[in-house]
């Protein structure tokens, strides 16, 4: 059985009203499939190049913290998990086990995270 998680997202550059999706994130096999009220949207976790858990005020969707997810081929996914006290990292974890082979990193409101195959946090 696929896990499934009840989320919010955004994909970088998404305008208007509809930017933030409600939905769910699927993880099945090596894709990840995201689905909202008006679009979707899948990539194979080996496409993850680094997953990062900000939980910077600034930063959150409706005041969750997020899961930024960069992708190799430029584009970046922000997930908050609507699931409760763990299900973020959860999804992180699982990100990280099948596509990256780094953990998820935790960014703070100091710190800038370039993402790429060395991560390097400047302050």
């Known amino acids: 059985m ?15 009203p509809w930017a933030t999706q409600a939905g769910r994130l699927e993880l099945s096999g090596d894709r990840v ?12 976790t080996a496409s993850v190049a680094d997953t990062v ?16 997810v960069h992708l190799r081929e430029g584009e970046t996914v922000r997930i908050a998990c609507l699931g409760g006290a763990g299900c973020l990292g959860e999804i992180a974890v699982r990100l990280g086990e099948r596509g990256s082979a780094d953990p998820p990193m935790l960014a703070s409101a100091r710190r800038t995270i370039i993402g790429g195959a060395q991560d390097r946090i400047h302050r």
């Not at 995201?34 to 949207?41: E, H, V, W, Y």
């Not at 900000?54 to 997020?66: M, S």
């Open 53 to 68: 858990v900000d939980q910077d005020p600034a930063g959150r969707i409706r005041g969750l913290p997020v899961l930024v």
């Open 33 to 44: 499939t995201l689905t909202g009220l008006d679009r979707a949207l899948s990539f194979g």
């Open 2 to 16: 696929s896990p499934t998680y009840a989320i919010l997202w955004e994909l970088d550059g998404a305008a208007g």
